[in-house]
């Protein structure tokens, strides 16, 4: 029998939609750090949330097993009745905003964050000072844990690195962006304007961790100048790899929307070039909001090249 279906009508009552997606958050990344890491809160309070719910409904949720813990019987039964209740409480405030104005409304946008402060900080400011009805509310994680929450109607729609596959989930391109050898200043080819990925062979190469869909591309890219590198240090940020370029660590490539925010580095375009391709995905059969429509156009007709920094030469 359903654990669940043993619950007091009361309980099952008395949980909260916020109760239920940090009950999900945890559930997916069996971690009540990560947990709080991915819902952008200070881990006591996902913590107590947890608790509260747990109290609710006279169960225990999850085996505490150390830093790491697992549902329990009762957690699995709860488990697709939550994403159940989150996606109607989303449909409720989709079929709302459905009849405002395409001027009006909010929209959830994920973005990557290797694409949030050089590519989508600039146009979002300048999106809402066209369109200041619509409230953007913005979630910065990596590819993965977007597409879930598209999947679960959790966000509108996210802004990706391509390609990407996947059955629930439809993209499509927005602009296409070059990708630039990142130098320390003393570097013996930081007089340049443009080289062969293959001239930087043998250095050690600073790489973002797994997940991050740049650190595909720039393995892609390296393998196709058949340039074996020595990997030496491995961040979550791209301002981490960068400052360590700027501290003489070692080599990384770059999106060209990071370049104004590195001074410190030099960066050269890459012979030929590599590019990174960006758009934007949608969870397909989500009812498509005004607001989100109108972002869509936005982000479509938006100069991104004018974000780009390459040398001259590239």
């Known amino acids: 029998m359903d654990p669940l279906r043993r619950l007091p009508l009361s309980s099952v009552l008395t949980m909260e939609a916020k109760q239920l997606r940090y009950f999900l958050a945890v559930a997916r990344a069996g971690s009540f750090v990560k947990a709080a890491e991915a819902e952008g809160v200070a881990q006591p309070s996902l913590s107590q949330m947890i608790r509260k719910l747990e109290d609710s409904l006279g ?28 996606r109607e409480i989303e449909q409720c405030r989709r079929a709302v905003e459905a009849g405002l104005s395409p001027e009006h409304g909010r929209v959830s946008l994920g973005v990557i964050p290797t694409l949030l402060p050089g590519a989508a900080a600039p146009a979002l400011r300048e999106f809402r000072e066209k369109y200041p009805g619509i409230h953007v509310e913005i979630v910065e994680q990596i590819t993965e844990r977007l597409i879930e929450k598209l999947r679960l109607g959790e966000i509108d729609l996210a802004m990706i690195a391509l390609p990407l596959k996947h059955p629930e989930i439809v993209v499509s391109e927005l602009f296409r962006e070059p990708l630039l050898a990142a130098l320390p200043a003393s570097h013996e080819l930081a007089g340049e304007t443009s080289i062969p990925l293959s001239r930087l062979k043998g250095e050690r190469l600073l790489l973002l961790r797994e997940g991050h869909c740049l650190r595909e591309d720039v393995i892609e890219a390296c393998t196709r100048a058949r340039a074996d590198f020595e990997t030496a240090f491995e961040s979550d940020q791209l301002d981490s790899l960068l400052a360590m370029v700027e501290a003489g660590f070692g080599v990384s490539l770059a999106p060209a929307t990071a370049v104004r925010h590195h001074a410190g580095c030099r960066f ?40 780009f920094r390459v040398p001259a030469g590239g």
């Not at 329990?72 to 009745?81: K, S, W, Y």
């Open 59 to 86: 169960v225990p949720l999850f085996d505490r097993l150390g830093r790491t813990v697992r549902l329990t019987a009762h957690g699995e039964a709860l488990l697709p009745h939550a994403e159940a209740v989150l």
């Open 268 to 307: 050269l375009a890459l012979a030929p070039p590599a590019v990174r391709r960006v758009g934007y995905a949608l969870a397909s059969g989500h009812h498509a909001m005004p607001a989100r429509r109108t972002l869509i156009q936005f982000l479509k007709r938006y100069p991104w090249h004018t974000l």
